[in-house]
Nanobody
Framework: QVQLVESGGGLVQAGGSLRLSCAAS????????MAWFRQAPGKEREVVAAISWSGGGAYYADSVKGRFTISRDAAKNTVYLQMNSLKPEDTAVYYCAARYGSVVIRRYEYSYWGQGTQVTVSS
């Protein structure tokens, strides 16, 4: 049973930084792709960043390129999302997701999801 547990969300002022963590358990994740999605009120859930467990093939949405960095620590079975230069439009619930296979950006292709963590950026 795959479990994904996010942490690290909170309230931050515009221009600030947060680091989200996603602790993964229940599998050997070497052949998995991991992703961060976000969902703002009244909007669709959208991909933010994705990476293969090997660390290659990182993808970033245009809206976060140059500001966010996805990474993973295989020894800790944890995926991170470092968010810098945060903007009010980054406010959303952020979800960690996993799928067996290569990196993709369509949400329906991810089989496993965390419970989400709230990120609020004040102006």
């Amino acid at each position: 049973q795959v479990q994904l547990v996010e942490s690290g969300g909170g309230l931050v002022q515009a221009g600030g930084s947060l680091r989200l963590s996603c602790a993964a358990s229940g599998r050997t994740f070497s052949s998995y792709a991991m992703a961060w999605f976000r969902q703002a009120p009244g909007k669709e859930r959208e991909v933010v960043a994705a990476i293969s467990w090997s660390g290659g093939g990182a993808y970033y949405a245009d809206s976060v390129k140059g500001r966010f960095t996805i990474s993973r620590d295989a020894a800790k079975n944890t995926v991170y999302l470092q968010m810098n230069s945060l903007k009010p439009e980054d406010t959303a619930v952020y979800y960690c997701a996993a799928r067996y296979g290569s990196v993709v950006i369509r949400r329906y292709e991810y089989s496993y999801w965390g419970q989400g963590t709230q990120v609020t950026v004040s102006s």
